[in-house]
């Protein structure tokens, strides 16, 4: 399987350190011949990472070992068994980040921003001719508590209900806890046919999730909460938009990290500003240093017809 690239803070793609055709004996499997006899196991590994501070330095500490790294990982294959290689998988890509992590102690040392895992299965039990059998994972790099901004609108139904009920389904997703709530914004519609006002509000969560994980989260409150997608930037009863996932960067077919439009929006600045006023978000062109939220909403086009509507703030959950 091939992920869509990792790319940095300044939108170039990263540099990629791959270790394929790692074969390891494993004793991995529902079965009790598995268990007992035991197969090998291929395991192909890519990591995300900006070599150039190593090739400028010949140092080594400056990127990642792949030795130390195959250790690692072949001491997990062959060791504690488990039923599916779908754990094997998610357990070999939490090795290569903590591997990663550990390195990036050392001043100067790599920061990895993504791993890929694929785990072959080339012998598994199946009755039929087949040539291999592979789970592929792609692992995002999680600092302890990372902080993520979420833009949520409403122009349909009780707006402020649907609004609070999803604060409140974000609170109780795994692995996300809500931080803050912002003040309450009304604008008007921005493009797609003529629809009502919208309520929008700015939400801060500390999260364990990636941002592909959180996006899927983000997703799945929306359709709880009827939102259709039959009409492009047409009326909603919930948008849930990722703004920024602690500057990481990202751009595939499912997500753009951070939100491509937040620095032109001051439906989304303004409330942000009421909970993180001193926020940032990358300037335009690939060597802008960051650029305020406060300076930001200042110059977006909508900012003159924001309203503060007089209604009840939506609360923090316990």
Request: with cysteine; glycine share 8%.
């Given at each position: 399987?091939?992920f869509?690239?990792?790319?940095?803070?300044a939108?170039?793609?990263?540099?990629q350190?791959?270790l394929?055709g790692?074969?390891?004996?494993?004793?991995?499997?529902?079965?009790?011949q598995e268990?007992?006899?035991?197969?090998?196991?291929?395991?192909?590994?890519?990591?995300?990472?900006d070599?150039?501070p190593?090739?400028?330095t010949?140092?080594?500490?400056?990127?990642?070992n792949y030795?130390?790294?195959a250790?690692?990982?072949?001491?997990i294959?062959?060791?504690?068994?488990?039923?599916?290689?779908e754990?094997?998988?998610?357990?070999?890509?939490?090795?290569?980040?903590?591997?990663?992590a550990?390195?990036a102690k050392?001043?100067?040392?790599?920061?990895?921003?993504?791993?890929?895992?694929?785990?072959?299965?080339?012998?598994?039990?199946?009755?039929?001719?087949?040539s291999?059998?592979?789970?592929?994972?792609?692992?995002?790099r999680?600092?302890?508590?990372?902080?993520?901004?979420?833009?949520l609108?409403?122009?349909l139904?009780d707006?402020r209900?649907?609004l609070?009920?999803?604060v409140?389904?974000?609170?109780?997703?795994?692995?996300?806890?809500?931080?803050?709530?912002?003040?309450?914004?009304?604008?008007?519609?921005v493009?797609?046919p003529e629809?009502?006002?919208?309520?929008?509000?700015?939400v801060?969560?500390?999260?364990t999730?990636s941002?592909h994980?959180?996006?899927?989260?983000?997703?799945?409150i929306?359709?709880?909460?009827?939102?259709?997608?039959?009409?492009?930037?047409g009326?909603?009863?919930?948008?849930?938009?990722i703004?920024d996932?602690?500057?990481?960067?990202?751009s595939?077919?499912d997500?753009?990290?951070?939100h491509p439009?937040?620095?032109?929006?001051a439906?989304?600045?303004?409330?942000?500003?009421?909970?993180?006023?001193?926020?940032?978000?990358?300037?335009?062109?690939?060597e802008a240093l960051?650029?305020g939220?406060?300076?930001?909403?200042?110059?977006?086009?909508?900012?003159?017809?924001?309203?503060?509507?007089?209604?009840?703030?939506l609360?923090?959950?316990a």
């Amino acid at each position: 399987m091939t992920f869509p690239a990792v790319v940095d803070g300044a939108g170039r793609v990263m540099d990629q350190i791959r270790l394929t055709g790692l074969t390891v004996r494993g004793y991995h499997g529902v079965f009790e011949q598995e268990r007992r006899d035991g197969q090998d196991f291929v395991v192909d590994v890519t990591v995300h990472l900006d070599t150039r501070p190593a090739a400028a330095t010949d140092d080594l500490t400056r990127t990642v070992n792949y030795a130390d790294l195959a250790e690692a990982l072949a001491g997990i294959v062959a060791g504690e068994p488990v039923d599916l290689i779908e754990t094997l998988a998610e357990r070999l890509a939490a090795r290569a980040l903590a591997s990663v992590a550990l390195e990036a102690k050392v001043p100067g040392g790599p920061r990895v921003d993504a791993v890929d895992v694929t785990v072959h299965k080339p012998s598994a039990p199946i009755p039929l001719t087949f040539s291999d059998v592979t789970v592929s994972v792609r692992r995002e790099r999680q600092d302890a508590g990372t902080r993520a901004v979420l833009a949520l609108g409403s122009n349909l139904g009780d707006r402020r209900e649907i609004l609070q009920s999803a604060v409140d389904a974000l609170a109780a997703a795994p692995g996300v806890r809500v931080v803050a709530v912002s003040a309450l914004v009304e604008t008007s519609p921005v493009g797609g046919p003529e629809q009502p006002d919208y309520l929008n509000a700015v939400v801060l969560v500390d999260t364990t999730l990636s941002s592909h994980e959180l996006l899927d989260t983000c997703q799945r409150i929306e359709r709880e909460h009827g939102r259709e997608r039959s009409v492009r930037w047409g009326p909603r009863t919930l948008d849930v938009d990722i703004v920024d996932h602690q500057g990481f960067t990202c751009s595939d077919d499912d997500l753009h990290l951070p939100h491509p439009h937040a620095a032109s929006r001051a439906f989304v600045l303004v409330p942000w500003l009421t909970v993180d006023p001193d926020a940032t978000l990358p300037g335009p062109g690939p060597e802008a240093l960051p650029v305020g939220i406060r300076t930001l909403a200042a110059c977006a086009p909508d900012l003159p017809g924001l309203r503060f509507p007089a209604l009840t703030p939506l609360r923090v959950p316990a």
